[in-house]
């Protein structure tokens, strides 16, 4: 349900604006939008893309994120579209990133390792889960800035 009413929420979709699908995805969150108005501003929204496509004014939203502004910009007409296309830009990201939050968690917290202390833990899966800025980074210039940092440090760098 959640995955169809993005893709009807998508302007490129065959299924741009079905009434159906996206009353079923906004059931999933009714708790944070009033589902009863939804139908209404579906098909208020859909003649006002119809009449800016007749027009040739080029403006018509053609990406989920494009869609988001432009109903954004109309957020007193489509209050509660304007909640559910936010929800819907902002959910594949936040699922995405606990996924790969949880199995960089499995490859670091190993059984080895499972007597490490939470703030080496932490940095470690920083590091894991941000592994295309690490992989960036110049290992010669960490040690010279901690070398620097702790003159007095015993480990040999």
Known sequence: KIMKGIDALTPSSDNFLNEHT?????????SLLTVDCLNVE??????????????????????????QSYVHRLRDAFAELDKLITIACTLPVSTASCERSF???RIVKSYLRTSMGNERLHDLLILGIHRGRASKLNFDDVVSRFARKFPTCKIQL
């Not at 098909?43 to 869609?67: M, Y």
């Open 22 to 30: 996206i009353s079923e995805f906004a059931d999933e969150y009714s």
């Open 42 to 67: 579906i098909s208020n929204l859909k003649q006002t893309i119809k009449r800016k496509k007749e027009s040739d004014s080029g403006d018509c939203p053609e990406s989920l994120l494009g869609l």
């Open 103 to 105: 199995s960089t968690l």
